[in-house]
């Protein structure tokens, strides 16, 4: 882990494009006002509303909303029967709670290296991962780029292993003409405040299996038989019974009011983050110092993220310091993602070291996120373009030192 870095210098508010800037707009404020006069603040018609809008648009069978994609891929685990020992196969690439749900079920995160040059699990990695402990694999659909769904199913198939997809960056995005949320058993979707969709916090559950989708909707209220408004409402009755012990983890009406908005605004947010993404690699594709991220044939990438990646040893500065050099300019990036196994509670507890999953870390070594979201005008992409070609320009190495250094 690198140390901890320097707090960066103040750049004036009017010039500084920030890295993200959440779309809410008067619909969502209007709709939550309406809420808290409605009398009903929890979970209740809006929720209900909202889950089934989801499962049109999606085109899943069954969706349940829940407070956050961590807290639903938990209980996509949970409703697994997932056992103290069990081992689960996911990416390093990734946030903290891919890998932390696994463990917080008692199971075991084993990790397999993403593909060289990219940032999803490589399919092809798998069967050395499996063991007779193995449960279920976690792809990561890392900056809205669908994994190698084909792949990953038949090895789940020949394995008999679950399929639980981290869907967090991956709204919007498909496969082979196959939308995210309908590939395999379970999907789950962010809808945090910096996700291509967002409520503030919430997330949603998708699958194909009517049965799993009650378990996930009972477990994500204590296990109870009913939730407060089928007890509540007109009609309701006080009476519940606990059939098994859960979680708190149920999405509200407060949520559901920027949701319903959120989602009739998605097919437009999205067509603009496409087009940023499509500028930005037009003005950036040309720079060899950079590999531009991966949009392969077949898909339907949900840009999330877009992710540029400094080629190693060709600048005379490191991604760190051309980070620090962009916030100077006034322009907010970010890194996504530390890989897991660098972290100190991964190193300490499971024995990692630098050099284990050699791609995830050049990945992470080059990685910078560049500002992208519907609101970012054409204007600064072109701003952000141009400063990031400065900069390479000023700090490259020439030819013959590189040439040199790889010998
Ligand atoms: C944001 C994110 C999550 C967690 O989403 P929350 O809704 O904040 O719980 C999970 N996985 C990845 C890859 C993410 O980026």
């Known amino acids: 882990m690198p140390s901890p870095k320097p707090i960066l210098p103040q750049v004036p508010a009017q010039t500084y494009i920030p890295y993200h800037v959440p779309s809410i707009g008067e619909e969502e404020i209007a709709e939550v006002v309406d809420t808290l006069k409605s009398g009903w603040l929890t979970t209740g018609p809006k929720t209900a509303r909202f889950e089934k809008e989801m499962a049109a648009f999606v085109g899943a ?19 697994a029967d997932l056992r103290p020992g069990d081992e689960v196969i996911t990416s390093p690439y990734t946030f903290a709670a891919t890998a932390e749900v696994i463990i917080a079920c008692g199971g075991r995160p084993v990790f397999i290296d993403v593909e060289a040059n990219g940032f999803n699990l490589d399919p092809a990695k798998i069967e050395r ?23 990953i199913k038949e090895a789940a198939q020949r394995h008999s292993l679950r399929i639980i ?9 498909s496969y082979h003409g196959h939308k995210v949320g309908t590939l395999s058993e379970t999907t789950v979707f962010s809808f945090y405040a910096t996700k291509n969709l967002t409520t503030g916090e919430g997330g949603m559950v998708c699958t194909l299996d009517a049965e799993l989708a009650a378990k996930i909707k009972r477990l994500s209220l204590h296990g109870l038989s009913r939730n407060a408004w089928n007890r509540y409402a007109r009609g309701g009755s006080w009476y519940y019974e ?15 009011s920027l949701g319903l908005h959120q ?21 950036l594709q040309e720079v060899d110092e950079l590999q531009m991220p991966p949009d392969p044939v077949g898909v339907e990438h949900a840009w999330h993220l877009f992710v540029i990646r400094l080629r190693p040893g060709r600048l005379k ?38 050099g284990d999953f050699p791609n995830a870390e050049a990945a992470y070594d080059g990685a910078i996120s560049l500002p992208l979201y519907p609101q970012l005008e054409e204007e600064k992409v072109k701003e952000i373009a141009s400063a990031v070609r400065n900069l390479i320009q000023k700090n490259k190495k020439s030819v013959h030192t590189f040439i040199k250094e790889e010998l």
């Open 61 to 79: 069978p069954c969706t349940v909303a829940v407070n956050s994609c961590t807290a639903g891929l938990h209980l996509a685990l949970a409703a």
């Open 129 to 151: 991962a499996v063991t007779r402990r193995s449960r279920a694999i976690m792809p990561v659909h890392f900056a809205g780029e669908p994994c190698r769904m084909d792949e």
């Open 165 to 173: 997809e981290d869907a967090a960056h991956a709204l919007g995005a």
């Open 242 to 256: 606990i059939k098994e012990a859960g979680f708190k983890y149920n999405f509200t009406d407060l949520q559901a």
């Open 263 to 283: 989602l009739i605004k998605f097919p437009a947010m999205q067509q603009r983050r496409r087009r940023l993404a499509a500028l930005y690699r037009s003005l």
């Open 317 to 354: 500065i490191d991604r760190d310091r051309f980070i620090e050099a962009l916030h100077e300019h006034g322009i907010g990036t970010s890194v996504h993602f530390i890989p897991l196994h660098l972290h100190p509670y991964y190193r300490d507890r499971y024995g990692f070291r630098r």
